[in-house]
């Protein structure tokens, strides 16, 4: 299993940050590069305790879908989204959300394992874990920027 931790100080309430974490309009928006896009459950708005989304995006050239459930609820400290079906073996992601002051520190840690055994872990070591570390840290500079501008009304409202 490969474990990414990332820390990113963004410059607005905490509150803020969390709803945009789990805006799927927002995450559509701070995807781009992947076209992902939400094709079942909840599919925009905000998504909450116990909902889940699929999503569809392209990886490596190729179409997939990953389904997740929404298993951890506290606004606006933590709230944890896990694989219910998709491309790993097991996906696990946690945000957390502390205030500093008005700043706040989001946290991610984002836990996977790659199907396949051996071949899986090898494929982890070699360039899944690099991927999905880039791809984390573009998205969440998406929100960063949000959170700091305007940009955050069009996928919340005042908090």
């Known amino acids: 299993m490969t474990v990414i931790n990332l820390v990113t100080s963004i ?3 905490p509150e803020r940050v969390f709803d945009l974490a789990r805006s799927i309009d927002a ?18 708005g905000l998504i909450g305790l116990g909902q889940q989304v699929t999503w569809e995006a392209t ?10 459930r929404m298993t951890k609820f506290d606004r606006p400290r933590e709230f944890a989204d896990e694989m219910i079906a998709g491309a790993f073996r097991s996906m696990k992601h946690t945000h957390e959300f502390i205030d500093h002051h008005g700043v706040t520190e989001m946290r991610d840690r ?3 394992e790659a199907p396949l055994g051996f071949l899986g ?7 899944l874990a690099g991927y999905m570390r880039r791809f984390l840290v573009i998205r969440n500079a998406a929100l960063k920027q949000l959170a700091e501008s305007d940009g955050w009304q069009r996928f919340i409202q005042k908090a």
């Open 59 to 68: 990886h490596f050239g190729v179409k997939q879908r990953l389904t997740v």
């Open 110 to 112: 984002f836990e996977f």
């Open 121 to 127: 872990r090898i494929a982890e070591k070699l360039f």
């Open 27 to 44: 995450h559509m928006a701070s995807t781009e590069a992947t076209s992902e896009r939400a094709v079942g459950g909840v599919t925009s």
């Open 11 to 13: 410059n607005a309430p």
